[in-house]
């Protein structure tokens, strides 16, 4: 049970700690804004799944330290990490 929680636990970290703000609004402002701007109309898949309607709401929601999918990855880690 023990490494089934640590392999979420890694798994969410990573995905949203250490790889997520690559593909954050903050960081992609600053190295890729074309790409950015883009995302604004762009419209995602599977949107009735997730409900981001456009790729700049899972950017935005990727933000360290403030972004809604980065803090809900961060608190899902200690859920693991406690469970």
Known sequence: MAASMEFVSDN???LFMLAGP???????????PWLL???RTT???FAYLH????MIDIFSDMNPLT???Y???LES??????G
């Open 22 to 32: 690559d593909y954050s609004e903050a960081m992609m402002k600053r190295t890729e």
């Open 43 to 45: 419209e995602t898949r």
């Open 37 to 39: 701007e883009k995302s």
């Open 67 to 69: 972004g809604k999918l």
């Open 12 to 14: 969410i970290m990573h």
């Open 71 to 73: 803090l809900e990855g």
């Open 51 to 54: 409900g981001y309607k456009k």
């Open 77 to 82: 880690t200690r859920v693991a990490r406690e």
